[in-house]
């Protein structure tokens, strides 16, 4: 069982993480119109710059619980 603080935070945890895989799509679209369009897009390094905060959100939601239960096991 999972206490309401932790469910609190696992929801914030969450948020932020998808908010951080929202932006790193949003940068994206960019590079994913030019490459529909047959134009020549960035360069590799900038499009991993660009997916970098869609591998910290994905990271983000894999430890969620575990760092939620961290985070508030002195408020139980």
């Not at 309401?4 to 960019?30: D, E, H, N, T, W």
């Not at 590799?44 to 994905?58: C, E, N, R, V, W």
Request: charged share 15%; hydrophobic share 55%.
């Amino acid at each position: 069982m999972i206490s309401p603080y932790a469910k609190a935070v696992l929801f914030v945890i969450r948020l932020a993480a998808c908010g951080l895989m929202i932006l790193s799509f949003g940068l994206c679209a960019s590079d994913l119109y030019l490459y529909l369009s047959h134009r020549p897009c960035s360069g590799p390094a900038l499009l991993a710059l660009k997916a970098a905060p869609a591998l910290a959100g994905a990271a983000l939601c894999w430890k969620s619980r575990p760092m939620a239960i961290h985070l508030t096991k002195d408020l139980d």
